[in-house]
């Protein structure tokens, strides 16, 4: 079992950055995909980014490349999201989710792709 604890929501303005961490339990962490997915008021979930299990693959969605930066510490157990340029439209509740133990170096993008999801941090962007 994995639990994940995300960290360093908040309410920044437009053009701002945040840094979303997330810290997870037990000993297989580098045998994990680790992503970021969010979720904003009346809409469904979407996929922000993901690392593959020995960070040499990164995968972002459309709306955050160039802007987001996934990366991971397989020392620590952590995972980190860092945002810049900020936009109000980035505003949602970020959750932080990980893979079963593979041996595969993939980065999913899709939710069905992963098997343990942490409570979630409300990230706000005001105009």
């Known amino acids: 079992q994995v639990q994940l604890v995300e960290s360093g929501g908040g309410l920044v303005q437009a053009g701002g950055s945040l840094t979303l961490s997330c810290a997870a ?58 945002m810049n340029s900020l936009k109000p439209e980035d505003t949602a509740v970020y959750y932080c989710t990980a893979t079963t133990a593979t041996t595969f170096d993939s980065a999913r993008a899709y939710p069905q792709a992963y098997d343990y999801w942490g409570q979630g941090t409300q990230v706000t962007v005001s105009s």
């Open 25 to 82: 339990s037990g000993r297989t962490f580098s045998n994990r995909a680790m992503g970021w997915f969010r979720q904003a008021p009346g809409k469904e979930r979407e996929f922000v980014a993901a690392i593959s299990r020995t960070g040499g693959y990164r995968n972002y969605a459309d709306s955050v490349k160039g802007r987001f930066s996934i990366a991971r510490d397989n020392a620590k157990n952590l995972v980190y999201l860092q």
